[in-house]
């Protein structure tokens, strides 16, 4: 249930955080026994400060008093996706291409998981990396998670 609410989540939030003038980069979503915890990480080309969280914030937390999308109660959390920011879309992918990205597979291949390496380019069915010197193609269907790497 809760990757179909953070997909939920996403579809929501993604187009006010654009109208407000940010990206969102991603959500997370995790459930204790009485409540749950909403993260948004949001990002702009200047950056983002107190006052874009804050704004965000306060954005987000009236679309989902209105859809009411969460089935418990749940506290909100928004901040810039730091150093280590996933990657979640096709675009991500593009404008970090260059950079060194971490990549874990939702199923192992050739019995690894895990792939550390320069991303080299990202295309319509999915990335390649270089690994060790290797070329490593993965789709983006195959990741469970991607983020860059320090």
Known sequence: MAA???ERLIALIEPLAGRLGYELVDVEYS?????????????RPEGVGIEDCERVSRE???????EDPIPTAY?????????????????HFERFAGSRV?????APREGRRRYTGTLCSAGESGIELEVDGQK???????MAKARLAG
Do not use: H, K, N, W
């Open 4 to 6: 179909t609410l953070r």
């Open 31 to 43: 459930a204790g026994r009485s409540s749950a915890t909403v993260r948004l990480f949001i990002d």
């Open 60 to 66: 987000v937390s009236a679309l989902l008093d209105v």
């Open 75 to 91: 506290a909100l959390e928004v901040s810039s996706p730091g150093f280590d920011r996933v990657l979640r879309t096709r675009a």
């Open 102 to 106: 971490f990549i874990e597979l939702a």
């Open 136 to 142: 490593v193609t993965v789709g983006y269907g195959e």
